[in-house]
T-cell receptor, first 115, second 111 residues
Framework: EAGVVQSPRYKIIEKKQPVAFWCNPI?????LYWYRQNLGQGPELLIR????????DSQLPKDRFSAERLKGVDSTLKIQPAELGDSAVYLC?????????????FGNGTRLTVT | QKEVEQNSGPLSVPEGAIASLNCTYS??????FFWYRQYSGKSPELIMS????GDKEDGRFTAQLNKASQYVSLLIRDSQPSDSATYLC???????????FGKGTKLSVKP
């Protein structure tokens, strides 16, 4: 089965510019997650979708971050405007259900550098 | 108090030795526990899951869970240089039941 696909793999932008990341989950996975991983840290959840509904966006900085999951499949995460502190790896993951014993499968991530 | 705590290491062991990785968590109601391996520049990959107290073995890997002590560990027997990576402990917890990661322990296996 094809894995979680993310693009782009790398992105370098200047601060105050907008940026968007795209994720295609594993076919049939109805739960989709966006995590941010800073260097030397574990992934931190930004938002979780069950189908097209954002069921937990409590950790998403809503002043500059937005996300959508149209039709409950692909998802886009946007930052506008980007700040230096947004430099990190943005990971998308998906799972069969939102239940506790369904493992997460991660994409390769997008490494964002804000200069 | 962070919800999932790990010693960041680095933990260095010689090839063939047992590597022991430890993790504690704060949410006493957590029921699901995972170990992910992350190679440098790569994404996390699931290597073990455990849901009940005791040991769970899979090849050279053994996960141990003690809910009373809120403690999870991962043992890697016959460690190989290819096991050198960061190991992330993750726990389903919090009010939303999300997967929460520790900061990871970097393991280095020396030939």
């Amino acid at each position: 089965e094809a894995g979680v696909v993310q693009s782009p793999r790398y992105k370098i932008i200047e601060k105050k510019q907008p940026v968007a990341f795209w994720c295609n989950p594993i076919s049939g996975h109805n739960t989709l997650y966006w995590y941010r991983q800073n260097l030397g840290q574990g992934p931190e959840l930004l938002i979780r979708y069950e189908n097209e509904e954002a069921v937990d966006d409590s950790q998403l900085p809503k002043d500059r971050f937005s996300a959508e999951r149209l039709k409950g499949v692909d998802s886009t995460l946007k930052i506008q405007p980007a700040e230096l502190g947004d430099s990190a790896v943005y990971l998308c993951a998906s799972s069969w259900t939102g239940q506790n014993n369904s493992p997460l499968h991660f994409g390769n991530g997008t490494r964002l550098t804000v200069t | 108090q962070k919800e999932v705590e790990q010693n960041s290491g680095p933990l260095s062991v010689p090839e063939g030795a047992i590597a022991s990785l430890n993790c504690t968590y704060s949410d006493r109601g957590s029921q699901s526990f995972f170990w992910y391996r992350q190679y440098s520049g790569k994404s996390p990959e699931l290597i073990m899951s455990i849901y009940s107290n005791g040991d769970k073995e899979d090849g050279r890997f053994t996960a141990q869970l003690n809910k009373a002590s809120q403690y999870v560990s991962l043992l890697i027997r016959d460690s190989q240089p290819s096991d050198s990576a960061t190991y992330l402990c993750a726990v389903i917890g919090g009010s939303q039941g999300n997967l929460i990661f520790g900061k990871g322990t970097k393991l280095s296996v020396k030939p």
